[in-house]
Structures are given as structure tokens and as C-alpha cells.
């Protein structure tokens, strides 16, 4: 969550917002203080439009929140790990350290979303009817946080991966097919063609004077069709690396330091000889953490000879895999995490480390052999 802002935890799991966020906050603000409200509700003042908006726009942040700790909740019960939710630009998704294993388990998770959309739709009707003035703020409010929701509900279920509605498609055709490559990429295509048809359709929206909406409708579709292919590529580089170990891609010789070497050995020995940017710290063969440029960095120069490794290196946390863990597991823990490397233990003694750029090089080179 390296581009977002960390708000607070939901039962372990992290909450956050990406920075694109804002952006929106402030359109959907201004949208309605200038447009929605002052249409239906044309006798307020300008200060009741206003923060009768930025409630809305947070009532529907929370909305939105509570749809994606839905899929999440969902994904424990199953038996599956979530560190973090995110919202961003276009609602919020919750990341999750592994795919659905079993399509009921994918189909449970991805209706839960809409389906508690759909309730909330409902409450906030309820509430709305409560409410004696229909020209009040507060009936407002709800009853465009009703509409809204029933709006997400209905569109998260257009059945375009990845859409909810789309994994609800793929996790059914994955049960009819036993194959969840095929299932994506059916799912996928489908996806692709609905972010196609809403480009067109924006463009229509465009010339036919409607600027805003149109530029909006045509870039959700953008959003859609690449994420529709994102997804597909995903999968099938699962499946791929999923049959490769990681004790094929090390190399056999274990490089590591002694916590007692020194930042100028560690400098002059390895980071410049051997064009490296993190060791393994070990000592007796016990693996104690990691050090890398970044480690190096946060000290002066002129320290460098007096100070040892032990002082600068990571300890916590240590993200690691096993010799005999896929390939697909070390990459999905490298971009789950933001880090560039990993290191590779076999029963807490230093094994060797593995990095982005090895996993790269060699999707390359099955790339060029065609493999």
C-alpha cells in the first residue's frame, strides 16, 4: 500500500486509500453540490449544498468500503488470507495473498459484494421513508446513497471480468469446464467486449454534447478492457510458473554476509563487485535478515569502515520462500508485498535469494524457446 493512505483496521485488515482517490472524492463532491442537488433541490443555500455533499460522498466512501470488506470477510471464511483493502478511482478492491482454489469459493466471494450493495440500497430506501421532509438534506442524502448503491449493485453484476459479476461468470463456466484458464478467458473476453462497448458509447455521449459523462462512461471501459486483459495474463503466468521451483531459478552457490562485515567490505566485496543490491545476513548458517542498498543509503559515508552489517540490516519483516515453494508463489509474494527481492531459507538456514529480475529473465528466456 506504498501509494496509498493508511486510515485504520477492520478486523486485521488494513484500510486504505490510493492517492486517485482524492480526485474522485472531490469530483463526486462538486458534482453534486453544483449538479445533483441543486437540480432536484432548488430552494437551498449554497452552504447546505455543499456539506450536504461531502456527507454523501463520505456515506458513499463508507458504502463502498463495507461492499469490499463483504468480499473480504467472505474470503476468511473460506479459508483464505486479506491484508489489505484499498479504495481507488473506481471503488476499491480488496488484496487478497492467494486466487480461490475451488469455484463455490470464488462464486461465494464475489457475490457477496452486490449483494450487500443491494441491502444497503434497501436500508438507506428505508431510512428515506422515515424521513417527514422529502425537501430536507437528510432525506436527500439518503435517498441518493439508495439509488447509488442499487446503481453499484446492478453494474458489478454486468457479467464482465473482472467485474463481480464476471467472476461470478467465471467461477460457473470454471465448474462447467474444470479449467480456470479457459474460464478466464471467456470471462476476460466478455469483459473486453462490455469496456469496448462503453468507449463506444462514451464517444457517442461525446459528440452528442454530453463532455463530462461521456469522457467518464469511455474511460471506465478503458479501466475495464485492461483490467479484463490483466486478469487473463495473470492466470496464464500462474499457470506457467506454478510447474517452475525456486530452486531452479537461485544459483547453486549461496552468496550471504556475516553480520560482523563491515558496510565498506559489504560495498567494495559485493554491491560493486558483483553488481548486487541485497545478501542474506547469516551467521553459522542461520539466517538473521537481509541487507540491501537501500539499508546502506540511511548511513553516512564516513561511517562506512566502522560500521557492521549488524546494524543496518532488516530483520523484520522477513519475507521468504522455500526451495521447493513455484515460482508463482515467490512472484505473487514479491508484488504482494512491493519488494524486489526475497529471501530463500530451507529450514531457517540461508538457501539464497531470489529477486524480480530473476523471475523476469526467466519468463524471458521461456519466452524465447517458446516454452
Known sequence: MKSSIRLFKVGGIEIGVHYSWLFIFALITWSLAEGYFPQLYPDWTTGVYWWTSVLAALLLFISVLIHELAHSLIARARGMSVSSITLFLLGGVSNLDSEPEKPRVEFSMAIAGPATSLILAGVFRGISY???????????????????????????????????????????????????RRATNIAANIGRLFGWALIIFGFFQLFAGNILGGIWIAFIGFFLSNAAESSRFQVNLKERLSKIKVEQVITREVNFVSPDTTVEQLIDGVFREQYGRALPVCEDKKLLGIVTVSDVKGLSRDKWKDTPVRDIYTSQPLHTVKPGDSLYTAFNLINSRDVNQLLVEREGECAGIISRSDILKKLELMQELGT
Open 130 to 180: 422515515l424521513v417527514p421532509d422529502q425537501q430536507s438534506p437528510v432525506y436527500a442524502m439518503v435517498a441518493y446513497l439508495s439509488l447509488v448503491n442499487l446503481i453499484v449493485a446492478i453494474f458489478n453484476m454486468l457479467p464482465g471480468f473482472p467485474l463481480d459479476g464476471g467472476r461470478v461468470l467465471r467461477s460457473i463456466l470454471w465448474g462447467i469446464t474444470g479449467s480456470i
